[in-house]
């Protein structure tokens, strides 16, 4: 019953998109208590918020730059910003690479530009000098990093979140990426490379199914260089129960988002046997397992799997007849 109450509430919202969206959020906590049950988990789980009875999803873009070579970026952010939140984005995180922004080394965050409680700005920037790597919710300034691992860490200690950006510029092995510590994120869709995205994807199943692998997040981001038209392509939603910095940086952390690219959830649970998942606007449901395998693939916007308990893990991809697409996290099976 509760679940159909908040359906409710949350239908006719979700195209929209802006100002949080309110989901079917009895459901989705239901996922991990029941798959912690039915498979014995002993990976963490994507959604791991059961406690949080209303919880909400917040659209945002991680990886946003004003100019490259622009040393006075500032001017740009409030158009740039506006832009985002008129689209009915949440949160936004610029992330001008740090090897541009030599002569202000101190601003990341740009909060004069946020209008909470309706659109808030995260701290960040793109580690540019080695492996591109955004640092999301950072609480300073970094940078002259020597390498990727190096780089990860820095955005570790700053409290920050690691994301490695467009992963095929330069291409990135499964064996790096599981060879470097606290690197949990990807973007599986970049805006500058749509193209790559097939062999993003393939990373990530890799990481994923690799002897030695671990569970890694899936990001879609605009990688947007100061042009409106580029705005609106690649984004993250974001489970959070209220939209704060704190919120929205923790559930990044952990995993509690999906990616998209023009697809919205409208509802994602499971019960003993079986996932049910179904979008606004999808055309076709794939599940997938372990290197990458589809697992079924099935017509409409909505599906419901039955795990054999042999799939190692299983993540869901969504796509419409125009080639946008969501992408959900992956759930690890025992
Ligand atoms: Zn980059
Ligand atoms: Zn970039």
């Known amino acids: 019953m509760r679940f159909m109450l908040l359906r409710e509430k949350f239908k006719g919202s979700a195209l929209r998109s802006g100002g949080g969206i309110i989901l079917s959020l009895a459901g989705v906590s239901l996922i991990s208590i029941?798959?912690?049950?039915?498979?014995?988990?002993?990976?963490?789980?994507?959604?791991?918020h059961s406690d949080i009875p209303d919880r909400r999803w917040f659209r945002g873009n991680t990886h946003t730059h004003t100019k490259p070579l622009d040393y006075f970026p500032s001017k740009r952010i409030p158009v740039i910003a506006s832009w985002y939140k008129n689209a009915g984005y949440d949160f936004l995180v610029i992330t001008d690479h740090n090897t541009h922004?030599?002569?202000?080394?101190?601003?990341?965050?740009?909060?004069?530009?946020?209008?909470?409680?309706?659109?808030?700005?995260?701290?960040g920037l793109e580690l540019s000098n080695s492996r591109h790597i955004t640092g999301l919710g950072i609480d300073r300034y970094i940078g002259n990093e020597k390498s990727l691992q190096d780089g990860v860490d820095q955005v570790i200690e700053a409290d920050g979140v690691p994301i490695l950006n467009h992963p095929m510029f330069p291409p990135v092995k499964a064996t790096q990426f599981i060879a470097t510590r606290g690197l949990n994120h990807l973007e599986v869709f970049n805006g500058k490379r749509p193209k790559d995205t097939r062999r993003s994807e393939m990373l990530w199943d890799s990481v994923l199914s690799s002897p030695g692998g671990r569970l890694v997040y899936a990001v879609a981001a605009d990688d947007n260089h100061h042009k409106k038209r580029k705005t609106g392509l690649g984004w993250i939603m974001v489970e959070s129960p209220s939209?704060?910095?704190?919120n929205i940086e923790n559930n990044i952390r952990k995993g509690n988002f999906y990616a998209s690219t023009g697809i919205f959830l409208k509802d994602f649970r499971t019960n003993r046997n079986e996932i049910m998942i179904e979008s606004e606007?999808?055309?076709?449901?794939?599940?997938?397992?372990r290197w990458g395998k589809v697992l079924n693939s099935v017509k409409g916007p909505g599906a419901v799997y039955k795990p054999t308990g042999n799939e190692h893990y299983i993540r869901i991809k969504i796509t419409d007849d125009d080639g946008q697409a969501a992408w959900t996290q992956p759930f690890f099976l025992n």
């Open 243 to 246: 939209l704060t910095p704190e």
């Open 281 to 289: 606007n999808g055309t076709r449901v794939t599940f997938i397992g």
């Open 101 to 123: 922004d030599s002569k202000d080394r101190n601003v990341v965050c740009h909060n004069e530009v946020a209008d909470p409680p309706d659109f808030i700005m995260l701290c």
């Open 34 to 48: 029941l798959l912690s049950i039915i498979f014995d988990a002993h990976k963490p789980a994507v959604y791991n």
